[in-house]
């Protein structure tokens, strides 16, 4: 029997990206094939072993009637031509082109919102209009993965979907790729210009209002009185780069502070880290923690969305307050102190991230329900 063709359209590069591949590498090559439409912040050599098909149009990220109307025509028109079993849309840009581009072709379709467009912090008639356009599109939307418990739960109060038409599956990341990345791309205090000593607090990610570099520059100022040796990195980059930046400035911190930029390799950076800091104000997942608990680093992190979904406070991390930086801060120190809490916080991270958060489980549950929604079995296969 032929091999199911999933189409996978995206926009949102960033943590969708990462996900894309990571989930394309692990599910069975036996049985399914992928293709992908997505705009130009894509990697075409970044798929060229794990693809079929590379297709790149232009998806702009804001609302746009004329160009997301030119997208959705182009997209109708590569469905058509591709003629895949199934569709399968990331983020809502991507969720709002690909299902109204399908509307009519007879085609199950999936969508995966990465994190609720709605119920990122913005304006409420911003906030309002996205909430409408999930409703609406969930009509035309065969089934709807969540990535967490709590994106999974705000979707049923707002009423965008009934419960048998959303299923969790957990977000996972690729345990044998971190020791790989790590081989492949070795990092050094000493490349970095940072002293041999120092302890390190980190955290990865875009230097933008969700990630809260700026609180945690501000944490970065209070560990500083209490652990002379502690040195801050940001892995990352992002439109709040030069702000951060005359931050860490003005606070006295630019002795202390290294800012990575972009990189391909961010884990062999964080395998630098003392401790992990997410500090979040909002989060649909949060890959990083996975990855902190993967790389044995204690976490501190905001107690927002679907952070406890990871996180139970004390058990494998701390957990603070969205902006408290006070509280931030003494959670470091704490870890910094107590030796056994670290541990004990390090040994409970890699546990859970092994039974819960491995790609390949997260592949396997996409497999079953893809199977199922073209009324196949893997045996039949």
């Known amino acids: 029997m032929n091999k199911i063709t999933i189409l996978h359209i995206a926009q949102c590069a960033g943590g969708v990206d990462i996900y894309l591949r990571m989930l394309m590498k692990n599910m069975d090559k036996n049985i ?6 997505c705009s130009y912040n894509y990697s075409a050599q970044n798929y060229s072993d794990i693809t079929d098909l590379f297709i790149q149009i232009d998806m702009c990220n804001p609302l746009s009637f004329l160009k997301d ?35 009519g072709l007879n085609i199950p379709i999936i969508y995966n919102p990465h994190g609720w467009a709605f119920s990122i912090v913005g304006s409420h008639l911003k906030s309002t209009i996205y909430l409408a356009i999930e409703k609406l599109l969930a009509h035309f939307t065969t089934q709807i993965i969540a990535i967490s418990n709590y994106e999974k739960l705000i979707a049923i109060q707002h009423h965008i ?21 790590l081989t492949n791309f070795n990092i050094t205090k000493e490349q970095l210009k940072i002293p041999s000593n120092a302890y390190i607090i980190g955290m990865v990610g875009r230097i933008s209002k969700q990630k809260a570099p700026d609180t945690f520059v501000k944490m970065a100022s209070e560990i500083k009185k209490e652990i002379p040796e502690a040195w801050f990195i940001i892995v990352g980059d992002g439109d ?14 630019i002795n202390c502070f290294t800012i990575t930029g972009w990189t391909s390799y961010p884990l062999s950076y964080a395998s630098l880290f003392n401790q992990a800091v997410l500090l979040s ?42 902006d408290d930086y006070k509280q931030a801060a003494i959670a470091v120190c704490k870890i910094y102190q107590d030796k056994q809490l670290r541990n004990s916080i390090i040994n409970n991270g890699e546990l859970r991230v092994k039974a819960f958060y491995d790609m390949r489980r997260t592949a396997i549950e996409h497999e079953q329900m893809i199977l199922k929604l073209c009324n196949r079995e893997k ?3």
């Not at 399914?32 to 439409?37: K, N, P």
Request: a positive charge; hydrophobic letters at 40%.
């Open 32 to 37: 399914f094939r992928h293709t992908l439409i």
């Open 69 to 103: 109307f030119r997208a959705i025509k182009k997209v109708r028109k590569l469905i058509k031509e591709i003629s895949p079993d199934i569709i399968y849309c990331h983020s809502s840009k991507a969720g709002g082109i690909g299902r109204l581009a399908a509307l």
């Open 161 to 181: 979907v009934k419960l048998n038409k959303i299923q969790t599956i957990f977000n996972g990341i690729d345990l044998k790729g971190i020791q790989t990345q």
């Open 240 to 253: 709040q780069r030069k702000d951060i930046e005359n931050m860490i400035k003005d606070r006295g911190l």
């Open 281 to 322: 104000r909002w989060e649909g997942f949060g890959l990083a923690l996975t990855e902190y608990m993967a790389l044995r680093k204690p976490i501190v992190a905001t107690n927002v969305d679907a952070i406890p979904d990871q996180i139970t406070n004390y058990t494998n991390g701390i957990l603070v307050n969205i």
């Open 379 to 381: 045996s039949n296969i």
